[in-house]
């Protein structure tokens, strides 16, 4: 697994092939890309994962970028809390643009 820094993102304006937001509980995201051959999770300075607070700060982040595909994933540990029943063991990924509001 890669490690992208999100300085060397936004000094390059790298195509990214592939985005996939990862929505967790308490709005925190986490974003992993591929970029040709390598993928990997978007990291701040401080070397751990960049967390995002919104789609919006997402969208901004690589508002410069071009992305061929992006998809948004969401996790919660709490389907079986509440009833549901059993997660499945593939993820469903949705779409997710990267066009910034108007």
């Known amino acids: 697994m890669h490690k ?12 990214i092939d592939y985005l996939e937001v990862q929505s967790f ?13 390598k993928t990997g999770f978007i990291y701040d300075d401080s070397d751990r994962p960049m967390r995002f607070f919104s789609a919006g700060h997402i969208r901004e982040a690589f508002a410069s970028c071009q992305v061929t595909q ?10 079986e809390m509440i009833g549901n029943p059993p997660k499945s063991k593939t993820q469903t990924a949705l779409p997710f643009t990267m066009q ?3």
């Open 4 to 15: 992208f820094l999100m300085k060397d993102i936004e000094q390059r304006n790298p195509d």
């Open 25 to 37: 509980e308490m709005n925190v995201y986490l974003v992993q890309i591929t970029i040709g051959e």
């Open 70 to 79: 992006a998809v948004m994933i969401h996790d919660t540990p709490y389907d």
């Open 100 to 102: 910034l509001p108007y």
